[in-house]
């Protein structure tokens, strides 16, 4: 029953998928999809941060790091290699890298989840006061200038292997909505094997996992790196959307904002995440152009109340509230149906559901 | 020499500015075991207390030793009341929380007073020279202030009634529950005092940094790193992890440039928290405060 339900709800969030990947270049105005675009990456990054944290109990508080350092890994790649198809590659891979020696330290040295939470916001926040001041001509790595808080201005992805032949913003949308896709399947593929089996009950209970055989710190290295190599994916997408990498993706508030998206959205789940981070988006892009609120009073208000009442986050609790009224309608109908048949065992029909 | 001793008198004025911007932290962390990721905008308040109160005719020295302690505490004492007491032992829950909380101080600040710089005020001394450098000093009052601050702190947990039952519900809050202590005023009590100290520090860095309305950003990661890799003492871990971090800043910052100084400090703490899991407080100095 449970098994089906799994399979039905995947398989619908693979015909939107579908239908948002085909559909949206065809119904929206250009400008719209360049901001869905944004919208998807920043899902992305969403993504990895719902895998680690909601699979792997690692409360990362700066996965922008991984983000950021993605984008502007790619930035700098593409510059120097004069293409995007090895640039995507190596983007991918420094964001990975930069995870597993991070990782390293944090895990072998046995952190736990609140200490690891502040050392990777102040790793972020370092990389974000390094980043700004490297304005000078002489920072630059191969050609690629970082230019300090102006960022870097970011060359679009090619056709593979060919670089004379630009994507336009609406192919990017094609390249990001894809990579969105994968990421959302490589990520429900590795919650469903053994080793996120086990990186669950590292979640769980770390001394009864260690206890087992298993070499958590391993493990939580392994998906730490995964998260990392995804959002670092969800970099590139960014850069490409937006056209310019700058420091600012580095700062408190994005920092903020990837965590928001996922309780939001509800920890535990993957697509929540992913839901979280399109809500927001369109929120408080809605909200800037009102200029009413302060974005940050709002957000504020939202992560402290979310915290406070709705713990578990959206989508957890829409299922459980669907769970429960189909299960009382259900009630309701069985009971009638015994009714008719003049018996009155609805206790023991309440007792089954 | 004297480029020696001007050197000297930077990088102790380096530790004793992460005395200060971690002592309230310390407080507030090493006390309750509460992570306040607010603790940037509770520095921020103290510095807009100092300069809403000078510019409004206060005499500075009374804006920056009471009022701005004053308001901050207050504030704490609020945020403890309203927010913090429903997530004592939800360590995770609490640092989201707060992490909602110092948005939203950043929101409500640029809300009032804008985004940008307040009006600055000017530090109440002038320069003092050594030989052919020249140096502030204020800076110079500033490592006097967080010297005291230490010993203030010491002597309030040591040697008083109130810092023995503080110690005491920290230790197990059952057992001083039992003993007849309110163990819910004395939380709300150590908060506030964190607090305190927070805005104290806030309002005396004021006039050297300015303020901005995320200007919180600038010190809570250094903050953190501090309070973290000092350890479960929390005066002897922050003064000992202040001293060990603010000096390699200091060199660093000296010899490569002021960035390179602060990558220097984050990737010190990082190695000493590999070798050191339990922070510098857990394998020396256990036994103090």
Redesign the interface.
Known sequence: MKRSREINSLISIGIVGLIILFGAPLSLDLFSVISLTTAISLAILALSLGLIWGFGGILCFGQTAFFGIGGYAYAIAALNFGGSTGAIIAAVLVAAAAAAILGYFMFYGRLSDVYLAVITLTVTLILYSVIRRTSGPEYKIGIAKLGGFNGINVPPINYPWDATQFLYPEHVFYVAMVALLLAYFLCVWLTKSHFGRVCVSIRENEVRTELLGYDIRFYKLCMFTVGGAIAGLGGIMFANSIGRITPDVFNLYNAALAIIWVIIGGRGTLIGPVFGALILFYLTSFLGRQAVVNINLFLGLVLIVFVLVVPKGIVPSLVELWDRRKSRRMTARSARRMRRRGRSRVKEVQVED | MDLFAALALQIIYGIANLVLISIGLAVIFGMMRV?NLAHGEFLMLGGYTVIVATNNGVNIWIAMFIFAPLIVGIIGLIVEWC?IR??YGR???T???T??????????I??IFGAQTATTISPPFGAITIGDYSSSGYELFLIFIAILAVALVYLLFRYTKLGLVARGTMQGADMAASLGVSTQRVYSTTFGIGAALSGLAGGLLAPITGVLP?IG??Y??KA??TV?SGGTAILAGTASASILLGAVNGIVAFVVGP?MG??AL?LL???L???M?QGITGRFFKRSL
């Open positions: 992570i927010l429903f997530l360590m995770v829950d640092l989201l929380a992490w909602g909380l110092s948005l939203f101080f950043i929101g409500l640029t809300t995320t950003a600038i809570i990661g953190f790193i973290i960035t602060e990558v984050l703490a990082i190695v928290l590999r070798l899991p």
